[in-house]
């Protein structure tokens, strides 16, 4: 069975930084996309950053570039997201998603996700 199990949350100070890690089983990270995805409460889900594990292809959504780090582990099956200078607008719950598909060409779009982490908050304090 697919399973994605986040950790890695947690709350800090502005200017701080948490690292994410997103624990995949019941496939391999090399056969399909994985995406870091958040949603703060009254907004909609936002694609935060993606990552195809075979060729190390990633994309960042423009708030968090130069600032967050996806990379992955494949011996330990995970992909993690490293986030630095955290700012109080990175508070949301994040979740981690499998892509039907692999690539990060329209990672974007929450269609392409066919499994879901169960999330981890994230709080960043001013």
């Not at 019941?26 to 056969?31: E, K, R, S």
């Not at 494949?74 to 508070?91: C, F, I, R, Y």
Request: glycine content about 10%; hydrophobic content about 35%.
């Amino acid at each position: 069975d697919v399973q994605l199990v986040e950790s890695g949350g947690g709350l800090v100070q502005a200017g701080g930084s948490l690292t994410l890690s997103c624990a995949a089983s019941g496939f391999t990270l090399d056969d399909y996309a994985i995406a870091w995805f958040r949603q703060a409460p009254g907004q909609e889900r936002e694609a935060v950053s993606c990552i195809t594990s075979f060729d190390g292809s990633t994309y960042y959504v423009n708030s968090v570039k130069g600032r967050f780090t996806i990379f992955s582990d494949n011996a330990k099956n995970t992909v993690h997201l490293q986030m630095n200078s955290l700012k109080p607008e990175d508070t949301a719950v994040y979740y981690c998603a499998k892509d039907k598909r692999n690539t990060v060409f329209g990672c974007v779009w929450p269609t392409w996700y066919d499994f879901w982490g169960q999330g981890t908050q994230v709080t960043v304090s001013s």
